[in-house]
C-alpha cells in the first residue's frame, strides 16, 4: 500500500506508473545490439569489393581440390609440338641432384601457357629456377615454371584458364649459358611427378581391318 508523506503528499504507486515507463530500461540493450548490428552492416559493406573476390577464389580452390587431376595435359610453350619434346626426367645435374621435370627448349620470349586451369600460387624467384611462376591446379598438383625470361601480368591469386600466359622462355636462374628453354615440374602429394607421358597425346589407334 502507497505509504503517506504529509510534506509529500502520497508516495507513488509503481502499479500506476505511466505506460511503458517500465520498458526503458528494456529498449536500451536492444537498441544497442541494433546500433552494433548497423556498424558491422556497414562494414562489410565498404569491405565487400576486397572480400568478394577473396570468397570466390576461397570456394574456387574448394571445388578445384576435388577435380581429378588431368590425365593429359597440353604443351606449355606456344608452338611447340609435342613429338619434338625429349624425355628430361632424372637427368643428373650438379650437385647429385636429378631431373624433376622436363626442358622445352623454344625460342627467347616465347609464350609460356599454363597447362592447367588453376590458382597461382606463387609469382617469384629462386636461385635455381631464376623468374618462376606455381600455379595449383586440378587434385591440388602443383605446376612449376621456371628460367622464364619475364612474367606475363599475373600476380599470385589470380585465377587461370589453359592456355593463359604466365610468362616468357628464357634462361634465368642455373639456366645461363644453356640455350632459352622452360622447366616444367609437377609436384603431387607423393613428390615430383614425371611430365613427359602426360603431355605427349597417346598414339592414334588404327582402324579395324574388315
Known amino acids: ?18 505506460e511503458g515507463a517500465g520498458d526503458a530500461p ?22 565487400w569489393p576486397w572480400l568478394q573476390p577473396q570468397l570466390e577464389r576461397a570456394i574456387y580452390a574448394a571445388r578445384l581440390a576435388t577435380r581429378p587431376a ?4 597440353p604443351v606449355p610453350v606456344q608452338g611447340v609440338a609435342a613429338r619434338a619434346l625429349r624425355d628430361t626426367w632424372h637427368g643428373a645435374r650438379s650437385g647429385g641432384r636429378k631431373h624433376e621435370g622436363i ?6 620470349g616465347r609464350p609460356v ?3 592447367t586451369e588453376g590458382i597461382v600460387s606463387r609469382v617469384g624467384t629462386n636461385s635455381l629456377g631464376g623468374k618462376v611462376v606455381w600455379v ?29 600466359v604466365l610468362g616468357y622462355v628464357g634462361t634465368t636462374g642455373n639456366a645461363r649459358g644453356t640455350p632459352p628453354h ?14 613427359f607421358p602426360l603431355l605427349k597425346p597417346p598414339p592414334a589407334a588404327s582402324a579395324p581391318r574388315r
Open 136 to 164: 595449383m591446379g586440378p587434385g591440388r598438383q602443383m605446376h612449376y615454371y621456371a628460367h622464364l625470361d619475364d612474367y606475363a601480368a599475373i600476380r599470385a591469386g589470380d585465377i587461370v584458364a589453359p592456355g593463359t
Open 70 to 73: 588431368p590425365a593429359a595435359l
Open 26 to 47: 528494456r529498449r536500451r540493450p536492444l537498441l544497442a545490439r541494433l546500433a552494433a548490428a548497423a556498424v558491422v552492416a556497414a562494414i562489410l559493406w565498404a569491405a
Open 103 to 108: 626442358d622445352i627448349f623454344a625460342p627467347r
Open 1 to 18: 500500500m502507497p505509504q503517506f508523506d504529509p510534506h509529500r503528499g502520497p508516495a507513488p504507486d509503481p502499479s500506476s506508473s505511466p
Open 182 to 195: 622452360l622447366h616444367y615440374g609437377i609436384y603431387a602429394a607423393g613428390g615430383a611427378i614425371n611430365p
Open 113 to 115: 601457357l599454363s597447362a
